[in-house]
Protein backbone atom coordinates (compact mmCIF):
# COMPACT_ATOMS: atom_id res chain seq x y z
CA UNK A 1 0.00 0.00 0.00
CA UNK A 2 1.34 3.52 -0.78
CA UNK A 3 2.29 5.75 2.35
CA UNK A 4 3.28 9.68 2.37
CA UNK A 5 4.33 10.03 5.84
CA UNK A 6 5.03 13.62 7.15
CA UNK A 7 7.26 14.98 9.52
CA UNK A 8 9.11 17.77 11.42
CA UNK A 9 5.93 18.97 13.06
CA UNK A 10 6.12 20.29 16.75
CA UNK A 11 5.82 23.74 18.69
CA UNK A 12 7.80 26.32 17.75
CA UNK A 13 8.30 30.08 18.88
CA UNK A 14 7.12 33.11 16.53
CA UNK A 15 9.74 33.87 14.19
CA UNK A 16 11.16 30.18 14.51
CA UNK A 17 11.82 27.87 11.71
CA UNK A 18 10.74 23.97 11.04
CA UNK A 19 11.09 22.06 7.79
CA UNK A 20 8.45 19.88 7.23
CA UNK A 21 9.36 16.57 5.26
CA UNK A 22 6.90 14.28 2.19
CA UNK A 23 8.51 10.46 2.65
CA UNK A 24 6.85 8.41 0.72
CA UNK A 25 6.66 4.42 0.33
CA UNK A 26 5.58 2.12 -2.69
CA UNK A 27 4.93 4.75 -5.00
CA UNK A 28 7.77 6.87 -7.18
CA UNK A 29 7.35 10.64 -5.92
CA UNK A 30 9.44 11.91 -8.58
CA UNK A 31 7.03 10.81 -11.35
CA UNK A 32 4.18 13.40 -9.25
CA UNK A 33 3.17 16.63 -8.57
CA UNK A 34 3.04 17.11 -4.74
CA UNK A 35 1.03 20.02 -2.79
CA UNK A 36 1.14 20.60 0.92
CA UNK A 37 -2.27 21.75 2.21
CA UNK A 38 -3.02 23.01 6.16
CA UNK A 39 -5.64 22.73 8.24
CA UNK A 40 -6.22 25.01 11.26
CA UNK A 41 -7.87 23.55 14.39
CA UNK A 42 -11.27 23.45 13.75
CA UNK A 43 -11.19 25.07 10.24
CA UNK A 44 -11.01 24.43 6.45
CA UNK A 45 -8.53 22.72 4.11
CA UNK A 46 -6.12 25.53 2.56
CA UNK A 47 -3.99 24.74 -0.27
CA UNK A 48 -0.17 25.92 0.86
CA UNK A 49 2.27 25.22 -2.07
CA UNK A 50 2.82 22.40 -4.97
CA UNK A 51 5.96 21.32 -7.19
CA UNK A 52 6.20 19.88 -9.79
CA UNK A 53 8.41 16.66 -11.09
CA UNK A 54 11.58 18.18 -11.32
CA UNK A 55 11.13 21.00 -8.89
CA UNK A 56 11.40 23.64 -12.08
CA UNK A 57 8.06 24.56 -11.00
CA UNK A 58 6.66 25.99 -7.65
CA UNK A 59 3.81 27.90 -6.40
CA UNK A 60 2.61 28.85 -3.25
CA UNK A 61 -0.20 30.99 -1.36
CA UNK A 62 0.62 34.59 -1.02
CA UNK A 63 0.05 34.11 2.74
CA UNK A 64 3.22 32.23 2.73
CA UNK A 65 5.37 33.74 -0.07
CA UNK A 66 8.64 34.66 1.06
CA UNK A 67 8.53 32.78 4.30
CA UNK A 68 7.92 28.94 2.93
CA UNK A 69 9.90 27.24 0.26
CA UNK A 70 8.81 23.54 -1.20
CA UNK A 71 11.81 21.48 -2.39
CA UNK A 72 11.90 17.68 -2.82
CA UNK A 73 14.71 15.66 -3.48
CA UNK A 74 13.91 12.95 -5.84
CA UNK A 75 17.10 10.52 -4.89
CA UNK A 76 15.46 10.40 -1.39
CA UNK A 77 11.51 10.14 -2.71
CA UNK A 78 10.98 13.31 -0.23
CA UNK A 79 9.51 16.35 -0.57
CA UNK A 80 10.32 19.44 1.83
CA UNK A 81 8.47 22.34 3.05
CA UNK A 82 10.93 25.00 4.90
CA UNK A 83 8.88 27.53 6.93
CA UNK A 84 10.69 30.78 8.08
CA UNK A 85 9.25 33.42 10.30
CA UNK A 86 6.63 31.46 11.36
CA UNK A 87 3.19 33.09 12.56
CA UNK A 88 0.60 32.23 15.42
CA UNK A 89 -2.02 31.74 12.02
CA UNK A 90 0.20 29.47 10.52
CA UNK A 91 -0.50 26.56 13.37
CA UNK A 92 -2.46 23.67 11.76
CA UNK A 93 -2.00 19.94 10.72
CA UNK A 94 0.51 20.06 7.77
CA UNK A 95 -0.72 17.41 4.61
CA UNK A 96 1.27 16.19 1.58
CA UNK A 97 -0.44 14.46 -1.25
CA UNK A 98 0.77 13.20 -4.32
CA UNK A 99 0.24 10.30 -6.66
CA UNK A 100 -2.31 10.12 -9.86
CA UNK A 101 -4.78 13.28 -8.89
CA UNK A 102 -3.64 13.74 -5.68
CA UNK A 103 -4.82 10.17 -5.06
CA UNK A 104 -2.49 9.48 -1.99
CA UNK A 105 -2.63 11.49 1.52
CA UNK A 106 -0.90 11.31 4.40
CA UNK A 107 -1.89 11.37 7.86
CA UNK A 108 -0.36 15.03 8.74
CA UNK A 109 2.08 16.36 11.31
CA UNK A 110 1.02 19.42 13.40
CA UNK A 111 2.65 22.69 13.55
CA UNK A 112 1.87 24.62 16.55
CA UNK A 113 3.46 28.06 16.69
CA UNK A 114 3.09 29.82 20.31
CA UNK A 115 5.42 31.68 22.69
CA UNK B 1 -6.42 34.89 -4.73
CA UNK B 2 -9.57 33.98 -5.69
CA UNK B 3 -12.06 33.19 -3.44
CA UNK B 4 -14.08 29.57 -3.50
CA UNK B 5 -17.60 29.29 -2.39
CA UNK B 6 -19.76 26.19 -0.70
CA UNK B 7 -22.51 26.00 0.87
CA UNK B 8 -21.98 25.43 4.53
CA UNK B 9 -24.05 22.44 5.58
CA UNK B 10 -26.75 20.21 3.62
CA UNK B 11 -28.71 17.90 4.57
CA UNK B 12 -30.20 14.96 3.29
CA UNK B 13 -32.08 11.90 3.87
CA UNK B 14 -31.23 7.71 3.68
CA UNK B 15 -31.64 7.08 0.09
CA UNK B 16 -32.01 10.85 -0.90
CA UNK B 17 -29.93 13.02 -3.29
CA UNK B 18 -28.39 16.05 -2.71
CA UNK B 19 -25.89 18.56 -4.81
CA UNK B 20 -23.16 20.47 -3.82
CA UNK B 21 -21.94 23.16 -5.31
CA UNK B 22 -18.44 25.06 -5.78
CA UNK B 23 -18.22 28.43 -6.95
CA UNK B 24 -15.44 30.91 -7.96
CA UNK B 25 -15.00 35.15 -7.27
CA UNK B 26 -13.27 35.34 -10.77
CA UNK B 27 -16.44 33.71 -12.47
CA UNK B 28 -17.78 31.19 -14.00
CA UNK B 29 -16.01 27.73 -13.23
CA UNK B 30 -15.22 25.97 -16.28
CA UNK B 31 -13.44 22.59 -16.36
CA UNK B 32 -9.93 24.58 -17.36
CA UNK B 33 -9.95 24.86 -12.94
CA UNK B 34 -9.54 21.15 -12.56
CA UNK B 35 -12.23 21.11 -10.22
CA UNK B 36 -11.20 18.65 -7.09
CA UNK B 37 -13.61 17.32 -4.66
CA UNK B 38 -12.38 15.60 -1.32
CA UNK B 39 -14.11 13.64 1.98
CA UNK B 40 -12.67 14.50 5.50
CA UNK B 41 -14.47 12.57 8.36
CA UNK B 42 -13.71 14.15 11.56
CA UNK B 43 -10.06 13.85 12.72
CA UNK B 44 -9.02 11.59 9.58
CA UNK B 45 -6.72 13.55 6.35
CA UNK B 46 -9.02 13.76 3.22
CA UNK B 47 -9.92 11.74 0.72
CA UNK B 48 -9.45 12.45 -2.94
CA UNK B 49 -13.10 11.47 -4.54
CA UNK B 50 -13.14 13.71 -8.04
CA UNK B 51 -10.19 14.83 -10.06
CA UNK B 52 -10.26 17.24 -13.44
CA UNK B 53 -14.74 17.64 -12.91
CA UNK B 54 -16.11 14.45 -12.94
CA UNK B 55 -13.66 11.35 -12.72
CA UNK B 56 -13.67 9.06 -10.25
CA UNK B 57 -10.66 7.03 -8.32
CA UNK B 58 -11.27 3.08 -7.84
CA UNK B 59 -12.07 3.68 -4.60
CA UNK B 60 -14.76 6.54 -4.86
CA UNK B 61 -18.60 5.39 -4.65
CA UNK B 62 -20.71 4.98 -7.86
CA UNK B 63 -23.24 7.80 -6.33
CA UNK B 64 -20.60 9.88 -5.85
CA UNK B 65 -20.55 12.06 -9.34
CA UNK B 66 -19.13 15.47 -10.60
CA UNK B 67 -20.03 17.76 -13.27
CA UNK B 68 -20.19 21.71 -14.35
CA UNK B 69 -23.50 23.34 -13.52
CA UNK B 70 -24.82 26.45 -13.60
CA UNK B 71 -21.24 27.92 -13.66
CA UNK B 72 -20.46 25.95 -10.65
CA UNK B 73 -18.62 22.77 -10.07
CA UNK B 74 -20.93 20.37 -8.44
CA UNK B 75 -20.75 17.03 -6.74
CA UNK B 76 -23.55 14.58 -6.76
CA UNK B 77 -24.53 12.38 -3.88
CA UNK B 78 -27.19 10.16 -5.13
CA UNK B 79 -28.53 7.17 -2.82
CA UNK B 80 -26.90 9.02 0.63
CA UNK B 81 -25.74 6.52 2.88
CA UNK B 82 -25.06 6.92 6.70
CA UNK B 83 -21.30 6.46 6.17
CA UNK B 84 -21.48 9.51 3.56
CA UNK B 85 -21.85 11.75 6.33
CA UNK B 86 -18.75 13.80 6.16
CA UNK B 87 -17.37 17.36 5.46
CA UNK B 88 -16.74 17.78 1.38
CA UNK B 89 -13.87 20.20 0.23
CA UNK B 90 -13.91 21.61 -3.48
CA UNK B 91 -10.56 22.76 -5.11
CA UNK B 92 -10.52 24.61 -8.12
CA UNK B 93 -6.69 25.64 -9.72
CA UNK B 94 -5.98 29.50 -10.96
CA UNK B 95 -2.87 30.21 -12.31
CA UNK B 96 -0.01 29.54 -10.23
CA UNK B 97 -2.32 28.33 -7.19
CA UNK B 98 -5.27 26.83 -6.35
CA UNK B 99 -8.00 27.30 -3.70
CA UNK B 100 -10.39 25.35 -1.38
CA UNK B 101 -13.53 25.67 -0.70
CA UNK B 102 -14.52 26.63 2.54
CA UNK B 103 -16.15 23.22 2.88
CA UNK B 104 -20.02 22.11 3.09
CA UNK B 105 -20.94 19.62 6.31
CA UNK B 106 -23.05 17.05 4.85
CA UNK B 107 -25.45 15.19 7.33
CA UNK B 108 -27.78 12.13 6.41
CA UNK B 109 -30.89 12.48 8.49
Known amino acids: EVQLVESGGGLVQPGGSLRLSCGASRITLSLYWVIWVRQAPGKGLEWVANINQDGSEKNSVDSVKGRFTISRDNAKNSVYLQMNSLRAEDTAVYYC????????WGLGTLVTVSS | QAVVTQEPSLTVSPGGTVTLTCGSSTGGVTSGHNPYWFQQNPGQAPRTLIY???NKHSWTPARFSGSLLGGKAALTLSGAQPEDEAEYYC?????????FGGGTKVTVL
Open chain 2, 52 to 54: ETN
Open chain 2, 91 to 99: LLHYTGAAV
Open chain 1, 97 to 104: SSGHNSAH
